[in-house]
């Protein structure tokens, strides 16, 4: 592990700058340094880890299977490391990070601590010049941008924000020491995955808790528990064909594809389905269980109102369990989220529920949050309040391509991209599960994959022909950004009001991030495109 030099140098060359050392970076600087390319890593954390390593908040786990949720590239490295649970916590994933960091012997091309502040073009040289807030100039053919789609936190825009004399924290930027909230009032605003997984375990602790909700979100329960058993087995022993399956899949996850309407199957049938697929305890089971759920708003509704339902058995006020239903938009159309005793927190006599459906939070100040005239006292504040997702990691870097052009101009408009992960007038540059990829709508480590393989084989292919840059061609891109607005425009998805619009961050613009043609298809539409040669992209 090398620590940053603080002085300016003159430029030291590699083939590659990655940036970020999360489940992309690691697997990149695997992948290229094994095609003989010389690789740095830059990354802000301490450690290894991404967003596994700045999400400790308490309650922090993934919500896709463990067992899937982890590297596919190497059948020993996925027969070796045995999960704990069927969804682990933050700490295992962690732990699993810094393993494969070291069992492939990467930390040693890993600067840490280290935040990339500017990438510039060297236009005539097709190079990229990489500086660090460490004051260091790195000189790469190539710049990969490996930096997370939701690494950019978010804080609202609440009046009297910094008065609030309290301890404050933010989910997506944990304290590494535990923090106790034992005696102590706390609130916490948003509900999404994160303040949903929060919650109940903060609720245990604190004298107090008020949860401030504006939005409330449709959440299974986890039924965590020990791996199955089953799918660990296959694993082990016929890697090679689940890797196959789960890569050639709809979310990157093991699921049986669906093939009828929510309306085509009378009602019993459906609502045992649904039931089904609640006991099951999978982030996508409900959403996955006819084909139309994300497409028409009728089929929806059945889904959303089986859900609501199952609030009204787990909350015993209710006015409470009301205030917890999500209405008004579609059931997946925000992301939605798997806990562990989330609605049951809200029976507590120490849990209070502030709806801001009602009245938004009118200012915050010294000793609390403030809602229609009653001030709620608190000694802590978490802000649960999510990313500038997808484009905000990329963009909060000055990055500047052809004649100067910023990626912040060339994306004024929202992000333009070919397949997500090449830009045009940004010529050796590439993003990892860019917006525009499958990403976001996926198991990220099966999408990371494919993007980290496909770019390795790109990188080769343009080697051996003496090639010096990759760009995205301009029509290619402008037809690729165009499908992946069509295909966002024929889901219910553009008309709520979330993150993968962009409608949660004020003045972004709103487009429809990832690309919802699923894991499969995206992929073999990319290995179309590698084997014709990569029309699409000028290779020069
Ligand atoms: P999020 O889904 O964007 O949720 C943010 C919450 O903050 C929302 O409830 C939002 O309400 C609320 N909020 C924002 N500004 C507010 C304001 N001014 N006043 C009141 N409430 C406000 O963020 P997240 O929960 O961090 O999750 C982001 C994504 O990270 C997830 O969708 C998921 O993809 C990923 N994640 C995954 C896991 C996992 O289990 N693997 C865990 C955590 C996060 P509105 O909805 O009304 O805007």
Redesign the pocket.
């Known amino acids: 592990m090398s620590t940053p030099d603080r002085t300016p140098t003159a430029a030291s060359t590699v083939d590659a700058v990655v940036v970020g050392a999360g489940f992309a970076g690691l697997y990149a600087l695997h992948r290229l340094r094994s095609q003989g390319l010389s690789v740095r890593v830059i990354e802000a954390g301490s450690d290894v880890g991404g967003t596994w390593y700045w999400n400790r908040y308490p309650g922090?786990?993934?919500?896709i299977e463990s067992v899937f949720y982890s590297y596919s590239f190497d059948a020993d490295l996925a027969r070796e490391w045995e999960w704990s649970e069927r969804y682990a916590a933050q700490p295992e994933i962690l732990a699993y990070l810094q393993h494969v960091a070291d069992r492939f012997d990467l930390r040693r091309d890993i600067t840490l601590d280290t935040r990339v502040v500017s990438a510039h073009l060297d236009e005539g040289a097709d190079r990229w010049t990489v500086t660090t807030d460490a004051g260091e100039r790195i000189s790469a053919t190539y710049l990969v941008l490996a930096v997370g789609l939701?690494s950019s936190t978010n804080l609202?825009q609440?009046e009297g924000r910094e008065d609030f004399d309290g301890r404050t924290f933010h989910?997506?930027a944990w304290p590494h020491d535990p923090v106790d909230f034992t005696g102590r009032r706390v609130g916490v605003?948003?509900?999404?995955?994160?303040?949903i997984?929060l919650i109940p375990l903060v609720a245990e602790q604190a004298e107090h808790l008020t949860v401030?909700q504006?939005?409330p979100?449709f959440s299974l329960p986890a039924k965590n528990g020990v791996p199955d058993p089953e799918k660990v087995a296959r694993l082990r022993t016929d890697h090679a064909r689940v890797k196959e399956e789960v890569r050639t899949s709809s979310y990157g996850i093991l699921l049986e594809p669906p093939t009828q309407s929510a309306l085509e199957v009378p009602e019993e049938e459906r609502e045992e389905k649904y039931r089904r697929r609640w006991e099951e305890g999978t982030l996508t089971g409900i959403l996955q269980a006819y084909n139309d759920l994300v497409r028409n708003e009728e089929s929806n509704h059945t889904a959303a109102e089986f859900v609501r339902r199952k609030i009204a058995e787990m909350v015993h006020d209710p006015q409470v369990a009301e205030d917890l239903m999500p209405r008004g938009y579609a059931y997946g159309t925000?992301?939605p989220c798997?806990d562990t005793g989330y609605y049951a927190t809200f029976n507590r006599e120490d849990v209070t529920l502030v709806n801001?459906r009602r009245t938004?939070?009118e200012r915050i100040t010294r000793t609390g949050v403030v809602v229609d005239g009653v001030e709620h006292p608190l000694d802590d504040l978490v802000y649960?309040?999510?990313?500038d997702a997808m484009t905000g990691p990329l963009l909060a870097i000055d990055i500047r391509g052809r004649d100067g052009r910023t990626l912040r101009e060339a994306w004024a408009d929202g992000p333009h991209s070919y397949l997500g992960i090449a830009v045009s007038g940004f010529p050796n540059m590439f993003t990892l599960t860019g917006p525009g990829s499958p990403s976001?709508l996926s198991n990220a480590v099966v999408s990371i994959e494919q993007h980290v393989e496909w770019l390795a084989d790109l990188l080769a292919h343009a080697r051996e022909r003496g090639a010096r840059a990759i760009e995205a061609d301009d029509r290619a891109e402008k037809e690729w950004t165009e499908h992946v607005q069509l295909a966002g425009n024929a889901t219910l998805y553009p008309r709520t009001?979330s993150?993968y619009m962009g409608a949660?961050v004020p003045g972004k613009p709103r487009v429809f991030l990832p690309y919802i043609g699923g894991v499969g298809n995206y992929r073999a539409h990319c290995d179309r495109i590698a084997r014709a040669g990569y029309p699409g992209l000028l290779i020069r």
Do not use: E, H
Request: charged share 15%.
């Open positions: 922090a786990r993934c919500d939701l609202p609440i989910t997506g605003i948003g509900t999404g995955s994160s303040g997984q401030f504006r939005t979100n925000k992301r798997l801001l938004p939070i649960a309040t999510g990313y976001a009001d993150w949660n």
